[in-house]
Antibody, heavy 115, light 107 residues
Framework: EVQLVESGGGLVKPGGSLRLSCAAS????????MIWVRQAPGKGLEWVSS????????YYADSVKGRFTISRDNAENALYLQMTSLRAEDTAVYYC????????WGQGTLVTVSS | DIEMTQSPSSLSASVGDRVTITCRSS??????LTWYQQKPGKAPKVLIY???SLQSGVPSRFSGSGSGTDFTLTISSLQPEDFATYYC?????????FGGGTKVEIK
């Protein structure tokens, strides 16, 4: 069974940093592009970042470019999102998902940016 | 970047109604279009991929059509469990994007 479990969310002050993790199991992690998507409270879905299976190709939404860094560890079946210079508008549930047609999602982890 | 525009943003319908949601892309995306359903507090789930392919396990009352820039999700006979928010998403380029969502509410 495919499982994606996010962790690392929490309350952080504006300008602060946070690192999200996504633990993957039930599939060959190293064979798939992985995605971060976020959803602000009461709002729609926003693609944040993608990383190819071997980390050769990395893409970011303009809203996070230069502040967020996506990475992965295929040996540990783990996906990461390092978030810096956080803003109030980054407050959202962050989901990790598998592949560019997002058949599998985690349960999400809430990031709240507030003073 | 490719922008995805959904309409309407919300609709009210009754059980048994036929419901149609549209999604338009700012440039041609062939059939690289996925439809998701999301219920409150839950992650989205795939209903339709490749514009018209029904995801395994999804009821046949859901269908998708379109190619190029114009796409449609149809629910042939709305059921109580279908009240949710629906999103389209393109995967034509590496910079993915979602439509703004359509909330389907009970009339």
């Amino acid at each position: 069974e495919v499982q994606l479990v996010e962790s690392g969310g929490g309350l952080v002050k504006p300008g602060g940093s946070l690192r999200l993790s996504c633990a993957a199991s039930g599939f060959t992690f190293s064979g798939y592009t992985m995605i971060w998507v976020r959803q602000a409270p009461g709002k729609g879905l926003e693609w944040v970042s993608s990383i190819s299976s071997s980390s050769s190709y990395i893409y970011y939404a303009d809203s996070v470019k230069g502040r967020f860094t996506i990475s992965r560890d295929n040996a540990e079946n783990a996906l990461y999102l390092q978030m810096t210079s956080l803003r109030a508008e980054d407050t959202a549930v962050y989901y990790c998902a598998r592949d560019i047609v997002l058949h599998y999602w985690g349960q999400g982890t809430l990031v709240t940016v507030s003073s | 970047d490719i922008e995805m525009t959904q309409s309407p943003s919300s609709l009210s319908a009754s059980v048994g109604d036929r419901v149609t949601i549209t999604c338009r892309s700012s440039q041609s995306i062939s059939t690289y279009l996925t439809w998701y359903q999301q219920k409150p507090g839950k992650a989205p789930k795939v209903l339709i991929y490749a514009a018209s392919s029904l995801q395994s396990g999804v009821p046949s009352r859901f269908s998708g059509s379109g190619s190029g820039t114009d796409f449609t999700l149809t629910i042939s006979s709305l059921q109580p469990e279908d009240f949710a928010t629906y999103y389209c998403q393109h995967s034509y380029s590496s910079l993915l994007s979602f439509g703004g969502g359509t909330k389907v509410e009970i009339k």
